[in-house]
């Protein structure tokens, strides 16, 4: 989960889940996501959007790259974000940049 500061000073929370085999992420497993974060963490901790990720970026000692996505969603180029040959999973950080590409 990130907190995303956008332009117009509006704020935007995704949950990025990557999912099992074999599992949806239809609109029981997004009720049942959400109502887990307001009752295990809090309510203001419950996401905007629910969204699934084909791999969550980690540099290479495993440490997820929560900062960079975050700059990456808000608009900040890839190369400036982070250096991509430290990261586990390049084309995973190009998804966060095409998602951010299509929110803006």
Aim: hydrophobic share 45%; with cysteine; net charge neutral.
């Amino acid at each position: 989960m990130v907190g995303v500061e956008e332009p117009d000073g509006g704020y935007w929370m995704p949950l990025f889940v990557r999912l099992a085999g074999g599992a949806a992420l239809d609109a029981a497993l997004t009720g049942r996501i959400r109502e887990a974060v307001r009752t295990k963490a809090s309510p203001r901790h419950v996401p905007d959007e629910v969204l699934e990720a084909p791999a969550i970026p980690h540099t290479a000692t495993g440490k997820k790259l929560e900062v960079p996505v975050k700059r990456i969603l808000q608009g900040v180029p890839v190369e400036q974000a982070c250096k991509l040959d430290a990261v586990d999973d390049p084309e995973a950080v190009r998804w966060f940049a095409a998602l951010a590409a299509r929110r803006t």
